[in-house]
């Protein structure tokens, strides 16, 4: 015998899991979203590069000392030639990140991941040692060899080019500025004597002027710009 549908009680089709004839079904109410504030972005940001190794918080192993070792030798032998061919000045000149006036960042995606984010990111740098790499040294050698350099009559626009010249500079200031709060009577000295030829360069250039420049720089006017903005360093 066919059961007669109409029958069915309300609480029945309660029972059942239905809802009563006219009921609207309410969804659930859903956790508002994860809002993550632009502190919290910023933190992550900063933050993004650092792994687990409580020895290696700032990970100076896979940014700095994976990289020296594979390529630190070819910049030590660019600069002692004269001229930097390759692209390697991020990891073994190391700057601060850049900033506008407001404090945000705005350097390259390559000057954020290798951008060394405070005081004691710096000093961390320099205490850092593995694989047989010791950055300190390493630093030490690139600035006697820029020296060497610079006091046979080197201009920084040969030595680095310039797209790196401000770069470079920047760098030398900063480990400077470091080594200062560490105390490390070498480092400094060394990173002022570098600065001290950078500045006779600099006063050069500008006696020189731009038409000496001019003469061997390329024709293009992107390139000409770099050129210009290198000469009112």
Not at 66 to 86: M, P, V
Not at 176 to 185: K, L, T, Y
């Amino acid at each position: 015998m066919t059961p007669n549908t109409s029958s069915i009680t309300t609480s029945s089709r309660a029972e059942a899991g239905a809802l009563p004839t006219g009921v609207v079904a309410i969804p659930p109410r859903l956790p508002p979203p994860l809002r993550v504030t632009p502190s919290q972005l910023d933190h992550q940001k900063r933050n993004s590069h650092c792994q687990a190794d409580p020895d290696d918080p700032y990970n100076l192993d896979a940014r700095f000392v994976s990289n020296q070792l594979l390529q630190f030798d070819d910049a030590l032998a660019e600069i002692r030639a004269g001229c930097k061919q390759t692209c390697w000045l991020w990891f073994v000149l190391p700057t601060a990140p850049y900033l506008d006036a407001r404090g945000n960042e705005v350097g390259s995606s390559m000057n954020q991941h290798f951008a060394l984010r405070g005081d004691d990111c710096v000093e961390a740098y320099l205490q850092f040692e593995r694989k047989g790499i010791n950055l300190r040294q390493n630093y030490l050698t690139i600035l006697k060899a820029v020296q060497e350099q610079l006091e046979d009559g080197v201009t920084m626009l040969r030595l680095f080019g310039p797209m790196d010249v401000t770069k470079a500079q920047s760098s030398f200031q900063l480990f400077r500025r470091i080594a200062h709060a560490m105390h490390d009577a070498e480092l400094e000295m060394q990173c002022q004597n570098v600065l001290n030829l950078v500045e006779v360069d600099q006063k050069r250039r500008d006696a020189i002027g731009n038409r000496s420049i001019f003469r061997s720089s390329p024709k293009n006017p992107k390139q000409q710009q770099h050129y210009r903005h290198v000469m009112t360093l």
